[in-house]
């Protein structure tokens, strides 16, 4: 701990208070994202493999006035089910699992793009 402190000048904060203000950031960034994103948009899928766990990250596509937008949505590892399978359900499950946040069903996007490095 005080080999980082040692780089900042910033007083030392509690780690509820770095939760709630992390909180707070993701909210932020979700409203943000909810409020601009247009309801014809479209979902660009990167997923990698590392050894046994797998990764997804996801991107939002549409446009805005001042151009296309490529918010990434989420970066998250994917939780193989207990019969061991990694497959589109787990995708899908995936993302069900956040894009309600952005107040938006993964069945209404016009397009899907997915790439998968192994």
Sequence with gaps: MES???????PPVCR?????NMESV????????????????GLLL?????????YLGVFACYETPSGPQYPLLSLAP??????GRFDAET?????????PFL?????TASFWSETIVQ
């Design 78 to 83: 994917i939780v193989v089910d207990s019969a």
């Design 16 to 20: 509820n208070t770095l939760r709630a």
């Design 103 to 107: 107040e938006r069903n993964y069945l």
């Design 91 to 99: 995708h899908m499950a995936a993302l069900a699992a956040f894009l």
């Design 46 to 54: 990167d997923g990698w493999s590392h050894g046994t766990e797998h």
């Design 26 to 41: 993701t909210k932020a960034g979700e409203k943000k994202i909810a409020d601009e994103m247009p309801d014809k948009f």
């Design 4 to 10: 980082t402190r040692r780089y900042t000048k910033l």
